[in-house]
């Protein structure tokens, strides 16, 4: 039982369109990240070490839906670090237990969307860099470096 917006103790009822089974599995669904993650964190801390600046949670393209954890748009390079879970991991995802029909759709989809995604910002003249949350931040960070300083200096080659 949980309390309601008037403070009576009722039976939880998912808002209208809600998928969550429970209140709690809504609750838990809430708490979890969309940007800032731990792994997000320790790359652009990396990166920032290096001397580069760039934007954060931002579009690549004003048009497009959709943005990029680290974002260079001088030399047009997004960077995304995905979740093992939400981004299907070949090593790593595992379909889940409770209504699997539904997370294994909504994996797929956002696999779908990311290589949407990545088509999209390469024909807009775009470098698309891709991690997985395992990856370790240091590669990625090294490699993020290399790209941008590559593309900032093409003369260098």
């Keep these: ?67 990029a954890d680290l974002v260079f ?7 995304f670090i995905d979740g093992c879970y939400w981004h299907g991991c070949p090593e790593h995802y595992v379909s889940p237990k409770t209504n699997p029909g539904y997370w294994s759709d909504k994996v797929a989809r956002n696999m779908a969307r990311d290589r949407d995604t990545d088509e999209q910002l390469q024909a807009a003249g775009w470098t698309v860099l891709r991690f997985w949350e395992h990856d370790p931040a240091e590669e990625c960070a090294v490699k993020i470096a290399a790209t941008v300083s590559r593309l900032r200096n093409p003369e260098r080659e």
Excluded at 74 to 79: I, L, N, S, T, Y
């Design 1 to 67: 039982m949980e309390k309601n917006t008037a403070g009576d103790t009722e039976p939880w009822v998912p808002p209208s369109g809600s998928w969550a089974s429970s209140a709690a599995r809504r609750r838990n669904m809430q708490a979890i990240r969309s940007r800032d993650t731990t792994p997000e964190r320790l790359v652009r801390r990396l990166v920032h070490a290096q001397g580069l600046r760039y934007r954060v949670a931002a579009r690549p393209l004003p048009d497009l839906r959709r943005t």
């Design 73 to 79: 748009r001088p030399v047009k390079v997004a960077v």
